[in-house]
């Protein structure tokens, strides 16, 4: 409760308080006597009353936890067969991939680190142009938060090569320090958004990992674990990430 929550109820208490006693049939002398003698008493149990209704209040709200998601909780058009039916300890799996600057990334410029994915390519034409920008918008968001990181991996590899990621992150504004657009083997990026991130859909005839990626951004914790996923073409969604991003850091620092 706020404290101007708290101090309008309590002046309001008072005023009703008072308004109660002098509808008293009594002497003036009385009432005032009265107040002198009772009116510390009665100040007292209306913040004790307030205070205590506003601890009761806080203690039942439930403090909002994360799920921690699995294959089987995500649809199946977007999960490999053979991990459908897995119900816990999903984890991210390790990746050695390239960024925008020919620098080798790894699962390891991820570690103790909450970071947002997502998947994409440089030239698609309708839902990427939106997909970056959001991630921009929360590139400005958590600038001043080194323990958060994103993360965007290309489904055309071999269409987006350093070079092209490279001039992709300047005409965006991209925080190399922050953001890693990544390319590399495609079967190794397929079977991150398929088995890992599980954001895109598998092309059944074609023969050399095809896949179509989702608007899905998904947020991942310090254990490499899924705990959440969010539409990236939505701008709420992203003010809904960030607040879940909140409740994440949060965890860590009661543990």
């Known amino acids: 409760m ?3 929550t708290f101090f309008g109820i309590t002046k309001k208490l008072k005023k009703n308080i008072l308004k109660i006693i002098n509808k ?6 009385m009432k005032n006597s009265f107040l002198k003698r009772y009116g510390l008493i009665i100040l007292f149990f209306i913040v004790f009353s307030v205070v205590g209704v506003s601890s009761f209040n806080y203690v039942q709200t439930p403090t909002k936890k994360l799920p921690i998601y699995s294959p089987s909780m995500v649809s199946d058009e977007l999960v490999e067969e053979d991990l459908r039916y897995v119900k816990k ?3 991210i799996s ?3 991939l390239f960024n925008q600057n020919g620098e080798n990334v790894t699962h390891d410029n991820y570690k103790n680190k909450i970071y947002v994915a997502d998947f994409f390519f440089t030239t698609c034409p309708d839902i990427c142009p939106i997909m970056t920008g959001n991630m921009l918008y929360l590139q400005e968001n958590l600038k001043n938060n080194n323990d958060i990181m994103l993360a965007s991996f290309s489904v055309t590899p071999d269409v987006d090569t350093v070079e092209v990621l490279k001039s ?4 965006k504004g991209v925080d190399d320090s922050k953001w890693n657009l990544m390319t590399g083997e495609k079967k190794q990026i397929y079977d ?7 954001v895109a859909k598998k092309i059944h005839n074609e023969q050399s990992h095809g896949m179509i990626h989702t608007e899905n951004f998904v947020l991942v914790d310090k254990e490499k674990r899924i705990r959440g996923y969010y ?15 909140k409740i994440l850091l949060d965890s860590y620092e009661k543990s």
């Open 2 to 4: 706020s404290k101007v």
């Open 24 to 29: 008293l049939i009594l002497p003036v002398h």
């Open 89 to 91: 300890y999903h984890r």
């Open 94 to 96: 390790d990746f050695s």
């Open 168 to 171: 992709y992150s300047l005409d």
């Open 192 to 198: 991150l958004a398929r088995k890992s991130f599980l």
């Open 231 to 245: 539409d990236g073409t939505n701008i709420e969604e992203m003010d809904r990430l960030l607040d879940d991003i």
